[in-house]
């Protein structure tokens, strides 16, 4: 008799999705990104609403994965979406592109962050920063591989300091500040802003910042299958929950930075919030900072390796040739082999980046263009199966429909072309690391039949049976 197939557990609460959520978006570039906001705004009040815009388009965005989430719960994800939407070559590219690029590279160079700032606390000599950044691949990818219940602690812990960090600058720039006149180094901002020809170019290479900076929320969507509560809703919460929760520490973070650096003072700062405290706290608060973008990058690691993994046990679910990375162990409820593999992944392309660094970070960055695509491929995904899935049960339905997904879509869109004209050529090294997986698609195509029963999708399945319809992926 065949032993029956470990499937993911609701192991996690509300809270830990939120955890997770907000640990991946509040990165290191909510230390970074407000001087190029600043830079590009023109005025303190545009720059603030900008903030809010952001936190706005995200929630739309979070409206619409809500509605996916919590309608089609998998370790999958977007790429669960686009499966059942547009079939297996779109699913495919997707995850081909996050098991190669998306998050393996962003597991590394968030190490490298680490990596950099431990340096300058605790050096370990000439090859520091990548000692640092293999032993954080190493180390979160050995706790996740103990089990979720490891995985999910750490997170608790890294997220909790992470956003008390981050409210200790709040109350530093807001409340400590007093009587400090912000610094006004006109001619400095004049001269370091970048020059783009027009003031709609300059707005619109701030939100690319902007969203950048909220980037990362959509990452709930791979633990829905794990979330517990009543019905299908508690990720819809999650999701809600820590957009508003973030745009608001984005918007208090960022009038602290204004109202001691002035906007000037900002556009012209390299590390904006360590000037911030260097200016509150002295010497020890741009210590402090040092430490806060260490943990932040911890944060975000630790919960992109959770939310990683779990796309890549999605592929290994569906597809024969990568049916290795569909082991789900029971012991630790956690995807195995799809740790490992990615771990092993992460850590070539840590070495890489020690080879050639710029050039590593170039094609990290350059692979916005492919993150937008399929966050545009998402959206039109939602209209599709609400034509395709009109009975099935939906615990959470996006308010304003189709108003709502439409705005989703045409915000995608325009980042999908800002991003296209903003890096240039450069955007190639993601697309062709996209196309890459061509080659593999269609040697799978001419083998067979590659799609498998998923064993998580049960209870859509069940559903469908019980309103009379049969569901089948449509090549």
């Avoid at 640990?23 to 900008?50: D, R, T, W, Y």
Wanted: hydrophobic fraction near 50%; charged fraction near 15%; include cysteine.
């Amino acid at each position: 008799m065949q032993e029956p197939v470990a499937r993911p557990a609701r192991a996690l609460t509300t809270a830990d999705a939120v955890f997770v959520i907000v640990g991946i978006v509040i990165g290191a570039g909510i230390f970074k990104s407000p001087s190029l906001v600043a830079a590009n705004s023109g005025s303190e009040p545009v720059m603030l609403l900008m903030w809010l815009a952001g936190g706005v388009v995200a929630l739309i965005g979070a409206l619409c994965y809500a509605e996916l989430a919590s309608t089609y719960p998998s370790t999958g994800g977007d790429y669960h979406f686009l499966l059942r939407a547009f079939g297996r070559g779109p699913a495919f590219l997707f995850a081909w592109a996050r098991l190669s690029v998306m998050q393996t590279g962003s597991i590394a160079l968030l190490a490298f962050v680490f990596g950099d700032y431990a340096t300058e606390i605790l050096p370990l000599g000439p090859h520091s920063t990548v000692i640092y950044a293999a032993l954080v691949v190493i180390a979160l990818t050995g706790v996740n591989l103990l089990g979720i219940r490891e995985g999910k602690g750490t997170q608790r812990l890294f997220t909790s300091l992470e956003v008390a960090g981050v409210l200790i600058v709040i109350g530093a720039g807001l409340l400590l500040a007093g009587t400090l006149t912000p610094e006004t180094p006109a001619a400095a901002a004049q001269s370091d802003a970048p020059e783009h020809g027009g003031t709609s170019t300059a707005i619109g290479l701030a939100m690319v910042f902007v969203l950048l900076t909220f980037g990362g929320w959509n990452e709930g969507a791979y633990v829905s299958a794990e979330v517990r509560g009543s019905g299908r809703a508690p990720i819809a919460r999650a999701l809600v929950l820590s957009i508003c929760l973030i745009t608001v520490l984005y918007l208090l973070v960022n009038l602290a930075y204004v109202r001691v650096l002035g906007l000037e003072g900002m556009a012209a700062s390299e590390a904006v919030a360590a000037d911030v405290m260097q200016r509150v706290l002295g010497e020890h608060g741009a210590n402090f900072v040092s430490l806060l973008v260490a943990i932040s990058a911890l944060t975000s690691a630790n919960a992109t390796i959770i939310t990683g993994a779990r796309s890549n046990h999605a592929l290994g679910s569906d597809f024969a040739l990568f049916r290795f990375l569909g082991h789900w162990s029971e012991r630790g409820s956690t995807p195995r082999n799809a740790l490992l593999v990615q771990g092993i992944i992460t850590l070539v392309l840590v070495f890489f980046g020690a080879i050639m660094r710029s050039g590593f970070q170039t094609m990290v960055e350059y692979t916005a263009p492919v993150f937008w695509f399929f966050f545009l491929l998402t959206g039109l995904a939602l209209f599709r199966l609400r034509r395709r899935d009109p009975d099935i049960e939906r615990p959470f339905r996006v308010p304003f429909y189709p108003v709502t997904p439409l705005l989703f879509c045409a915000s995608s869109a325009y980042m999908l072309w800002s991003s296209l004209n903003y890096t240039g050529v450069g955007a190639l090294v993601g697309v062709a690391a996209l196309l890459a997986g061509l080659p593999i698609l269609w040697f799978m195509r001419r083998r067979g039949p590659a799609v498998q029963e998923r064993g998580d999708d049960d209870e859509a399945k069940d559903r469908r049976a019980r309103l009379g319809r049969e569901h089948r992926v449509v090549d």
